[in-house]
């Protein structure tokens, strides 16, 4: 796999990817959850930290941080479902750790679904820890 900075070329087969493996996008009710809007969204803020993954020249993995100046986010992560199992999710995590650590980030954070218990044993795999926190949110 090849992993670059998105290019507004890959819009579709992102969107395309987001949808099928984030239910949640495939929602047209759920319009806080528009794959459109979240890459124009990423295109404003930070857009060098948006990457794709390649495999025979098409996306196949996505990955977006993000830096504040005080932890960096990890975002999106995600992988075709036949692809799954090969490296690429874990490439592509170590790749946006590294483009944080580039810029001095010294703590890298992400939140997935309490429900996704399955994810839990990837990111640990990667070094992830649960951290004992109440994560706090307000749709805007």
Not at 29 to 57: W, Y
Not at 121 to 139: N, P
Request: charged share 25%; proline share 4%; net charge positive.
């Amino acid at each position: 796999m090849i992993i670059r900075t998105f290019d507004t070329a890959d819009r579709d087969a992102v969107i395309a990817l987001w949808r099928e493996v984030f239910p949640e996008y495939a929602d047209a009710s759920r319009p806080q959850r528009d794959p459109a809007l979240s890459i124009a969204n990423k295109m404003t803020t930070q857009p060098e930290l948006f990457f794709v993954g390649l495999a025979d020249g098409r996306v196949v993995g996505t990955v977006m941080a993000g830096y504040d100046g005080h932890r960096g986010w990890v975002y999106s992560l995600a992988v075709t479902p036949l692809l799954r199992g090969r490296g690429f999710g874990g490439a592509l995590m170590k790749h946006a750790e590294a483009a944080l650590a580039k810029l001095g980030c010294p703590k890298v954070n992400l939140q997935i679904l309490s429900v996704k218990t399955e994810l839990r044993g990837f990111y640990e795999k990667l070094g992830y820890r649960m951290d004992e926190v109440v994560s706090l949110g307000k749709r805007l």
